[in-house]
């Protein structure tokens, strides 16, 4: 069956899926089984910010791993003005321990998320950082008017309305005549610019559409819808093949398939067969303590995959080579 929206397998069902995937991993499964330093997991959508794992436990395990890169989304303090700082601060403090372990340390990028600080587009300091090497942009994710629809302002964290979220600050990133804000815009075009990748974030289907558009019609092939089937955005099968065309990738995250979401893996499976392994990426999405370290959550995703019926070679390219495409690794 093609995922659609809402698309949860009946219990019994998932059980019985469950039961026949779990015989199909005959081996310990980590991707690659290369040396650090090979063509190993890259986790695009990597969270460590106060009150989750700390990043550079994370980066260390990652290096045993194998693992190839890091995209830090987030990083403790979250709401730092200058994201790109921390992760130096991180690597260079990774690059150290490396050299006493005698292993070799991999790429750690920082991410930036627009409207956490200050709450509207401020594209000075947007430059500013992506001056200071941010690899990914996020449009607003917390406090997007999708988030506040789908579960609410902190701390009640109660669905609102579409009106109510409006007025509670919820930020769209199009008026009301459905075209792109010129702000919004403005960030696109500074991502275009400076050749970087951009994250949507939380955003309702409208919103999506007229910003992959818009990055398409200017040039921009490096964008990244983050987790689709989970509410926050909420994808169907045929919205993913008309994103595609706009040269979108799509980004499937642990959060998906954890029992804090419980999407279906053999949706991702049949979505990555049906649109095809070049688009698809895997992701953690996973830095709050109720979720395995991100680099478990990793392999996770990996072995999950591949049990459910995703072939190796499409297993390797989701889980590293798209992504080393995104990086310009």
């Known amino acids: 069956m ?3 929206k809402d698309s949860f397998a009946p219990p019994r069902q998932r059980f019985l899926q469950a039961h026949r995937a779990r015989r199909r991993v005959p081996r310990p499964y980590f991707l690659p089984h290369s040396p650090p330093g090979g063509k190993g997991l890259i986790d695009l959508h990597l969270h460590c910010h106060e009150g989750q794992h700390d990043g550079l436990e994370i980066a260390k395990r990652a290096v045993r791993a194998g693992m190839r890169a890091l995209l830090f989304k987030s990083l403790r303090p979250m709401r730092h003005e200058y994201p790109a700082r921390d992760v130096e601060s991180l690597v260079n403090e990774l690059s150290a321990w490396c050299k006493t372990e005698g292993l070799a340390p991999i790429t750690c990028r920082a991410g930036y998320i627009m409207c956490l600080n200050p709450r509207e587009p401020d594209i000075k300091m947007l430059r500013k950082n992506l001056d200071e090497g941010v690899a990914a942009v996020w449009l607003p994710v917390g406090n997007a008017l999708r988030s506040y629809t789908v579960i609410g302002p902190g701390p009640d964290l109660t669905p609102l309305d579409e009106s109510a979220a409006r007025a ?5 990133i199009i008026d009301d005549a459905g075209h792109l804000r010129p702000d919004f815009q403005a960030v696109i075009d500074a991502i275009i610019e400076y050749d970087r990748i951009l994250f949507f974030g939380h955003r309702t289907r409208e919103e999506l559409f007229t910003a ?3 990055g398409a019609k200017c040039g921009l092939r490096r964008m990244v819808v983050d987790h689709p089937f989970s509410p ?3 994808l169907s099968i045929d919205d993913m093949i008309s994103l595609k065309a706009c040269g979108v990738t ?10 804090v979401v419980g999407v279906d893996p053999q949706d991702m499976v ?8 070049d688009h698809f990426t895997i992701s953690s999405d996973a830095g709050d303590l109720i979720f395995p370290d991100s680099v478990e959550a990793m392999r996770l995703m990996a072995v999950t995959l591949a049990a459910f019926g995703l072939p190796e070679r499409d297993v390797e390219k989701v889980g590293g080579e798209n992504a080393a495409r995104l990086l310009s690794l």
């Open 168 to 172: 509670n600050g919820g930020l769209s």
């Open 250 to 259: 799509f980004n499937f995250t642990y959060n998906e398939i954890s029992p």
């Open 2 to 4: 093609s995922p659609t």
């Open 232 to 234: 926050f955005i909420d």
């Open 270 to 277: 049949d979505a990555v067969q049906m649109v095809g392994s």
């Open 212 to 214: 992959a558009e818009y």
